[in-house]
């Protein structure tokens, strides 16, 4: 099909032209980053964190009046829910990965070190924590029973401590890149020996960079209820709900003076499922941005070819009088705009780039993929031809000798 006729047609109709083209290129800008966003928000929620989701629950206690002992209480607390039927390990840890709390400690690889060489996350778990968070040890081994220190609130005051320490496998690779970190020597809390490194543990929250996410350092820590969370292994993941309730009625029964939240007693799943709440709406709702501004694009390619069709009826019928046959007619259209999309989209690539680069700025954003701009335009490509067959298709059906009349 020669393109003269075309863009002879379109030169004639130039404020049109132009409004539909830009209406196409906003669209391809918009959607390309919309869906760099959507597809950021799933990879987000979708990371693993390391820990054995399917088979873990926790359970949080708040102290409304002070124990003589809080450390005796939590040890007292473990062995209750230790004995729960379908429960293979119990532990407590001043954090969890869904949870609202954040705490970071400076890791040293000098003793004298004026500035520290990293600031991570730090997870304080006492005694079966790798087995309970279903951890992997890829190098070196876990904490040994007597290395258990009880939680101390002023850690500094008993420096020299020796305390080992357990690092994720993207810490320590970052701490020694090229190195085994088993046997190096941190300075964390005194002298901390790396004992073991596991394959992945991630940060709590979520909320720093992505290459930071996979940074954490666990130290063999007793926490007291009173600053922790219970963590329970079950070995049936249908038996959670069933473990939840025993652990609450376990829980209950072992101090009066205690608040056993019933709200924050879930499954690791649960709490990831929260956590990414907001996540999730941000996906949706850009989802219904993109549906919107498609249908409004294709409403307007719609309605720019009906009017067209309208204003060239004449011309139409002469060219059906000529021998031209209703899929000549039809293909005429779908080139136009063919031609009108692929120019949007040409526009709408370079305002993608200008829209990402300042979300970069603005929100520390990666920069969006060459993969999501053939995505965005094979949309609109197939947009643009859907819109444009029913008025194309209705100008081909006209009948010849009607055109002709037609004023």
């Given at each position: 099909?020669?393109?003269?006729?075309?863009?002879?047609?379109?030169?004639?109709?130039?404020?049109?032209?132009?409004?539909?083209?830009?209406?196409?290129?906003?669209?391809?800008?918009?959607?390309?980053?919309?869906?760099?966003?959507?597809?950021?928000?799933?990879?987000?929620?979708?990371?693993?964190?390391?820990?054995d989701?399917?088979?873990?629950?926790?359970?949080?206690?708040?102290?409304?009046?002070?124990?003589?002992?809080?450390?005796?209480?939590?040890?007292?607390?473990?062995?209750g829910?230790?004995?729960?039927?379908g429960?293979?390990?119990?532990?407590?840890?001043?954090?969890?990965?869904?949870?609202?709390?954040?705490?970071?400690?400076?890791?040293?690889?000098?003793?004298?070190?004026?500035?520290?060489?990293?600031?991570?996350?730090?997870?304080?778990?006492?005694?079966?924590?790798?087995?309970t968070?279903?951890?992997?040890?890829?190098?070196?081994?876990?904490?040994?029973g007597?290395?258990?220190?009880?939680?101390r609130?002023?850690?500094?005051?008993?420096?020299?401590?020796?305390?080992?320490?357990?690092?994720?496998?993207?810490?320590?690779?970052?701490?020694?890149?090229?190195?085994?970190?088993?046997?190096?020597?941190?300075?964390?809390?005194?002298?901390?020996?790396?004992?073991?490194?596991?394959?992945?543990?991630?940060?709590?929250?979520?909320?720093?960079?992505?290459?930071?996410?996979?940074?954490?350092?666990?130290?063999?820590?007793?926490?007291?209820?009173?600053?922790?969370?219970?963590?329970?292994?079950?070995?049936?993941?249908?038996?959670?709900?069933?473990?939840?309730?025993?652990?609450?009625?376990?829980?209950?029964?072992?101090?009066?003076?205690?608040?056993?939240?019933?709200?924050?007693?879930?499954?690791?799943?649960?709490?990831?499922?929260?956590?990414?709440?907001?996540?999730?709406?941000?996906?949706?709702?850009?989802?219904?941005?993109?549906?919107?501004?498609?249908?409004?694009?294709?409403?307007?390619?719609?309605?720019?070819?009906?009017?067209?069709?309208?204003?060239?009826?004449?011309?139409?019928?002469?060219?059906?009088?000529?021998?031209?046959?209703?899929?000549?007619?039809?293909?005429?259209?779908?080139?136009?705009?063919?031609?009108?999309v692929?120019?949007?989209?040409?526009?709408?690539?370079?305002?993608?780039?200008?829209?990402?680069?300042?979300?970069?700025?603005?929100?520390?954003?990666?920069?969006?993929?060459?993969?999501?701009?053939?995505?965005?335009?094979?949309?609109?490509?197939?947009?643009?031809?859907?819109?444009?067959?029913?008025?194309a298709?209705?100008?081909?059906?006209?009948?010849?000798?009607?055109?002709?009349?037609?004023?």
């Open positions: 099909m020669e393109l003269r006729p075309i863009l002879s047609t379109l030169r004639r109709h130039k404020i049109a032209t132009a409004l539909i083209v830009l209406e196409i290129a906003f669209s391809c800008a918009v959607v390309c980053n919309a869906l760099f966003l959507i597809g950021q928000r799933l990879e987000r929620m979708q990371r693993p964190t390391g820990l989701e399917t088979h873990l629950v926790e359970v949080s206690v708040s102290g409304i009046a002070q124990d003589s002992d809080p450390l005796a209480v939590t040890r007292d607390d473990l062995a829910l230790r004995a729960i039927p429960v293979t390990s119990a532990s407590i840890i001043n954090q969890t990965v869904f949870g609202s709390s954040f705490g970071v400690t400076s890791i040293n690889l000098q003793p004298d070190q004026a500035k520290p060489t990293a600031t991570e996350t730090v997870y304080l778990g006492g005694g079966q924590i790798l087995q968070l279903g951890l992997k040890v890829v190098s070196g081994r876990d904490f040994n007597d290395e258990y220190r009880d939680y609130s002023n850690p500094a005051s008993e420096a020299g401590s020796n305390t080992p320490v357990i690092l994720s496998q993207a810490l320590a690779q970052q701490l020694f890149p090229g190195q085994n970190a088993v046997g190096k020597t941190l300075y964390i809390d005194g002298t901390n020996p790396v004992v073991g490194v596991v394959d992945r543990l991630v940060q709590p929250r979520d909320n720093g960079r992505s290459a930071q996410y996979v940074y954490a350092v666990l130290l063999p820590t007793n926490v007291p209820y009173t600053r922790g969370t219970y963590l329970l292994r079950v070995a049936d993941p249908g038996q959670r709900a069933a473990v939840l309730t025993a652990a609450l009625d376990t829980l209950s029964k072992r101090g009066p003076t205690r608040l056993v939240s019933r709200e924050e007693a879930r499954t690791a799943e649960q709490a990831r499922q929260t956590y990414y709440n907001n996540d999730r709406t941000m996906a949706w709702l850009l989802v219904s941005v993109c549906l919107v501004l498609l249908l409004v694009t294709a409403g307007g390619i719609v309605g720019l070819t009906s009017f067209w069709v309208q204003q060239r009826t004449r011309q139409i019928g002469v060219r059906r009088a000529l021998g031209a046959t209703r899929g000549q007619i039809l293909r005429y259209f779908q080139a136009e705009n063919l031609l009108l692929s120019a949007g989209i040409v526009l709408g690539m370079l305002l993608a780039f200008g829209i990402n680069q300042l979300l970069m700025s603005k929100y520390e954003l990666p920069r969006l993929p060459l993969m999501y701009l053939p995505v965005g335009a094979v949309l609109l490509w197939l947009l643009g031809q859907i819109a444009v067959f029913w008025p298709r209705k100008a081909a059906a006209v009948p010849p000798a009607i055109a002709t009349r037609a004023a």
